[in-house]
């Protein structure tokens, strides 16, 4: 019965808002991050095969250095973003008073507060930047949507010379020519391969993932202003309950002495 209780009770303080914001975050993030990553290699896979990019020498910077750099910094999102979500919840137990029970009132309300406030900051920088990562992820998508929709319609352009160009994405300098004409055998080649498919709708996922991402964050935002509105009022209400309670004892203190004197005038 002790146990069952005990349940209870740890599920009525349970942060469902945190808790729901939590697991979407997680999904978009791990949506992203593993999307993204094979969709990177992906590209790797087309610029080598069909486009005959090669690496650089390792003092340049050129395109697939930098899809190697996205590799790494994509491993740093998800590991960051993974602890970010277990401070959040914390903070959730923290306002929703999980542990209040074992710290008192006063530390949740004086701490809660500092913490609201600063993961508010925080969780509205991590927004915007995923703002930008969203915009930045659907670039790709719309480049890969318009090689498929070529390679979906190729009976449609079948007498037209369409090219695609590196040169007018900028991956590569305007000195190399880098580019797949409708007519060419690579061009066949590169629509029916899964490469291209694939790639495409894992940039998709990886963009709905950075959508589910930005909701997660509107939602945390909402959560932990309310959580700051509630703090802040509780700490409001404690310090009325102090003055509240300080003025009782020295009511009962003044009658007190009032009654001692009463009776030793009595006596």
Wanted: glycine share 8%; charged share 15%; proline share 1%.
């Amino acid at each position: 019965m002790g146990c069952f209780e005990c349940c209870v009770k740890c599920l009525g303080v349970l942060p469902y808002a945190s808790l729901f914001a939590t697991i979407l975050l997680y999904a978009g993030v791990a949506l992203f991050c593993g999307c993204g990553h094979e969709a990177l290699s992906g590209t790797v896979t087309i610029l080598q095969n069909y486009f005959e990019v090669v690496r650089a020498p390792m003092e340049t910077l050129d395109v697939l250095t930098m899809i190697d750099i996205l590799k790494y910094v994509i491993y740093g999102v998800a590991a960051a973003f993974f602890v970010y979500g277990i401070l959040l919840m914390v903070e959730g137990f923290f306002t929703t008073g999980a542990i209040r029970d074992l710290y008192g009132d006063f530390k949740i309300t004086a701490c809660g507060r500092c913490v609201s406030a600063w993961f508010i900051m925080l969780t509205y920088i991590f927004f915007l930047a995923w703002l930008g990562v969203t915009a930045f992820t659907s670039l790709p998508v719309f480049m890969y949507f318009n090689i498929w929709t070529i390679c979906q319609n190729t009976t449609v352009v079948e007498g037209a010379n369409l090219c695609l160009d590196l040169r007018q994405f900028g991956m590569v300098t305007i000195g190399e020519e880098r580019k797949v004409c409708t007519g060419s055998e690579k061009f066949f080649k590169m629509c029916e391969s899964n490469e291209l498919d694939m790639t495409f709708h894992l940039f998709v996922c990886a963009l709905a993932g950075a959508g589910a991402a930005v909701i997660a964050m509107v939602h945390y935002l909402m959560v932990l202003s309310a959580n700051w509105a509630y703090v802040k009022d509780a700490c409001r209400m404690q310090k009325y309950e102090d003055i509240k309670s300080k003025e009782e004892q020295e009511l009962h203190d003044i009658h007190s002495t009032r009654s001692k004197e009463r009776l030793n005038a009595y006596t």
